[in-house]
């Protein structure tokens, strides 16, 4: 397992824009999946987006398909979320996770998790 820990979340207008970033421990980076999910209040926690080992594939949940941008820096140990045209049903605490192996698109594939941030988008 690894560590992540998230930044970059507040409170931004509707429109706005906001980069999440996750950094995590260990020296294999380049060996983890990494994933971006959400919970909004009194919702279950769903996928947002991911991103291979490699960098070279990615997913992204409908709901933000061309409006967020998952991408890695390996010499960072880093992943980030770029947010663009938020609007206020993205409302939610964002979690990073951490999965050894193949990108997955699924809560129960991934085994490492931060502890999350806020972010909530005004109208």
């Known amino acids: 397992q690894v560590q992540l820990v998230e930044s970059g979340g507040g409170l931004v207008q509707a429109g706005g824009s906001l980069r999440l970033s996750c950094s995590a421990s260990g020296r294999t980076f380049d060996n983890y999946a990494m994933g971006w999910f959400r919970q909004a209040p009194g919702k279950d926690r769903e996928f947002v987006a991911a991103?291979?080992?490699?960098?070279?594939?990615?997913a992204y949940a409908d709901s933000v398909k061309g409006r967020f941008t998952i991408s890695r820096d390996d010499a960072k140990n880093t992943v980030y979320l770029q947010m663009n045209s938020l609007k206020p049903e993205d409302t939610a605490v964002y979690y990073c996770?951490?999965?050894?192996?193949?990108?997955?698109?699924?809560?129960?594939?991934?085994?490492?998790w931060g502890q999350g941030t806020q972010v909530t988008v005004s109208s």
């Open positions: 996770a951490a999965r050894s192996g193949v990108i997955r698109t699924t809560i129960t594939h991934f085994d490492s």
């Open positions: 991103i291979s080992g490699t960098g070279k594939t990615t």
